[in-house]
């Protein structure tokens, strides 16, 4: 049996099996209010969710699953999970929390240190990017391939971003250099 496989019910639903051990786990990808959402449709997964944390955390350093997201439009930054899988913030609300976060954030970071953070990101999903065009490439796709082309135009768009938030940091700034926003 192979360690990942999925089957694309419609466009806003995908059935995963990924196999963690001896045994395999279902999980449903669901496109809901704009939202791509990984569930898990296992009772043992929902019952024990320590165990579904180990399970999700490798199945999202699956590279056969970053493959499919990639052909499927779906970022992996983006993907959320119907359960908690972070143990540090039960109980914790997080829009209790955004504003107090926001403001200690933007009283941290000038304009410029957050550009360079946004550019830093972005880099990152570039690199990450190459590496499955190049993945692709190694095992036959090329320019005829509908994928591989889409792969580079993802690329592409990062690449233009990476540049236009380039621009935005050669406006002069008005006063103190580290000015907050």
């Keep these: 049996?192979?360690?990942?496989?999925?089957?694309?019910?419609?466009?806003?639903?995908?059935?995963?099996?990924?196999?963690?051990?001896?045994?395999?786990?279902?999980?449903?990808?669901?496109?809901?209010?704009?939202?791509?959402?990984?569930?898990?449709?296992?009772?043992?997964?929902?019952?024990?969710?320590?165990?579904?944390?180990?399970?999700?955390?490798?199945?999202?350093?699956?590279?056969?699953?970053?493959?499919?997201?990639?052909?499927?439009?779906?970022?992996?930054?983006?993907?959320?999970?119907?359960?908690?899988?972070?143990?540090?913030?039960?109980?914790?609300?997080?829009q209790e929390q955004e504003p107090d976060e926001l403001s200690e954030f933007a009283e941290a970071h000038s304009f410029e240190d957050v550009l360079h953070m946004e550019q830093d990101s972005i880099r990152k999903r570039i690199e990450f990017f190459q590496n499955i065009i190049q993945k692709m490439y190694m095992e036959g796709f090329g320019p005829e391939d509908s994928d591989f082309n889409k792969v580079q135009a993802m690329i592409r768009i990062y690449k233009d971003a990476h540049d236009q938030l380039g621009d935005l940091s050669d406006f002069p700034l008005r006063g103190d250099e580290r000015r907050r926003w």
């Design 1 to 94: 049996m192979l360690e990942f496989s999925f089957e694309i019910i419609d466009e806003s639903k995908i059935n995963i099996v990924y196999q963690y051990g001896s045994s395999s786990f279902n999980f449903n990808l669901f496109f809901n209010y704009g939202v791509w959402t990984l569930h898990p449709f296992d009772g043992i997964l929902l019952q024990n969710k320590e165990m579904c944390r180990l399970i999700v955390a490798d199945l999202f350093k699956n590279k056969d699953f970053h493959v499919m997201l990639v052909r499927e439009n779906i970022l992996l930054s983006a993907l959320r999970t119907s359960i908690d899988l972070n143990p540090e913030t039960r109980g914790e609300r997080f």
